[in-house]
């Protein structure tokens, strides 16, 4: 820890120096800064900017979706890491290291920002143009400037982990060791900003809205065409299915939990078990293609972008989804969640009864493709930012997002 503490006092002081002197202590800042362009808008009407996470590639699709409507162009903000594994798209890509760590681009971002966007969308509580002042103010600059603004949360961002290890009994948060605290104190100076600032607040996943009642619901994106061209077949159709959890958090997602159970199986000759992990965006649709099954996750009690992804490939999703955001989709959309329900204990049971009354279940994962047409195709977004952008309403259909 104290490692960290040095480390952010440091770079806290390497900002503040001036150009000169930081450019001459490391050279490669003037290389850096000449070849990082700021954010800019395309032209629009209304021009929105989204970032600066783009977590699961959502920040990209959401600006996709926003396009949809009249008059609006957007774009996405990304700062990447170096170790990025899974290369999501981005319009505007910096690395993390240029806005953490470079004044001169840091202020010539913040300008670019005030003059070129009506909107911005600012995600996960993070510091839209470097880090050198609080989330705060930053937000204060673009209302001051006229520039409208409202927050999006992801998931750990707002999700208190202590209220969760309450309602969920396979709950990740149970342990009280430094990693859930560290994201309680996340989640809970995040709820203060809302309450602080009062700006609009949008939520990716339906569960989210239990924390922050006043949001809207912005649903994630996918495409399903490109999920249903990787599928060359349809599902369970194998005598010995294929078994695919892909992890990208494995402690969040419960992996622990079903491990001994999907290998004993995969053992048995029951099924074939393949656990992914690291693997690139672009690579995804090909594994979740080649697959019958596609378990998500066992501890949180939601859905989100990969559970979206396996069911727009047609694939069975086995997941832990509450009777709460099982019940947010159906008064929302007017459809089922066409998720198989199981907890970590029923699994066994479950994926033996799917191997044998394939057929059964076959008409589960069917549904998936239309289910995500429907609610996640980019059409319900688009509807859910329309208040915020000042535009009509283009989907009648999309009403109670």
């Not at 948060?173 to 009062?198: K, S, V």
């Not at 892909?246 to 491990?259: E, M, V, Y």
Request: charge should be negative; aromatic fraction near 6%; charged fraction near 25%.
């Amino acid at each position: 820890m104290m490692t960290g503490v040095l480390r952010e006092l440091a770079t806290s002081i390497f900002v503040a120096l001036p150009y000169q002197v930081a450019d001459r202590i490391h050279p490669w800042r003037r290389r850096m800064h000449r070849e990082t362009p700021v954010t800019c808008a395309t032209p629009g009407e209304r021009t929105l900017l989204i970032g600066p996470v783009n977590s699961a590639g959502q920040g990209y699709a959401w600006a996709r979706a926003a396009e949809r409507l009249p008059g609006v162009s957007a774009v996405d903000l990304m700062y990447r890491g170096r170790a990025d594994r899974f290369m999501f798209p981005a319009d505007h890509s910096v690395p993390a290291e240029v806005a953490s760590g470079i004044r001169r681009w840091q202020d010539a971002e913040r300008a670019a920002i005030l003059r070129s966007f009506t909107h911005v969308i600012v995600e996960s509580g993070a510091r839209l143009f470097g880090t050198h002042a609080p989330v705060a103010d930053h937000l204060r600059a673009m209302t001051d400037a006229g520039v409208e603004v409202a927050l999006l949360f992801h998931g750990s961002d707002i999700r208190l982990p202590s209220r969760n290890a309450q309602e969920e009994k396979d709950s990740p948060f149970a342990d009280d060791d430094a990693e859930t605290r560290q994201l309680e104190e996340i989640a809970r100076n995040n709820r203060a900003l809302i309450d602080a600032t009062g700006l609009p607040v949008f939520v990716s996943t339906p569960d989210l809205l239990a924390y922050v009642p006043e949001a809207s619901w912005l649903p994630v994106v996918v495409d399903p065409d490109r999920w249903d061209a990787a599928a060359p077949s349809t599902a369970l159709t194998r005598a010995r299915p294929v078994v695919v959890h892909a992890p990208s958090r494995a402690g969040l997602k419960g992996s622990a939990l079903i491990d001994p159970v999907v290998r004993r199986l995969h053992d048995e000759g029951v099924i074939e078990y393949r656990e992914v992990q690291g693997i690139p965006s672009g690579d995804m649709p090909a594994v979740y293609g080649a697959s019958d099954i596609v378990l998500d996750q066992f501890s949180l009690g939601i859905y989100g972008v990969a559970a979206c992804e396996a069911m727009a490939s047609g694939r069975l999703v086995i997941s832990h989804v509450s009777d709460l955001v099982r019940g947010e989709v159906r008064e929302r959309t007017g459809v089922e969640l066409p998720i198989l329900e199981s907890t970590a204990d029923g699994l066994e049971d479950l994926l033996r009864d799917v191997v044998a009354r394939p057929d059964r279940y076959a008409a589960v994962a069917a549904r998936g493709p239309a289910f995500v047409r429907d609610v996640h195709d980019g059409r319900r977004s688009a509807a859910a930012l329309a208040p915020f952008l000042g535009v009509a309403d283009p989907s009648a259909g999309a009403a109670g997002i």
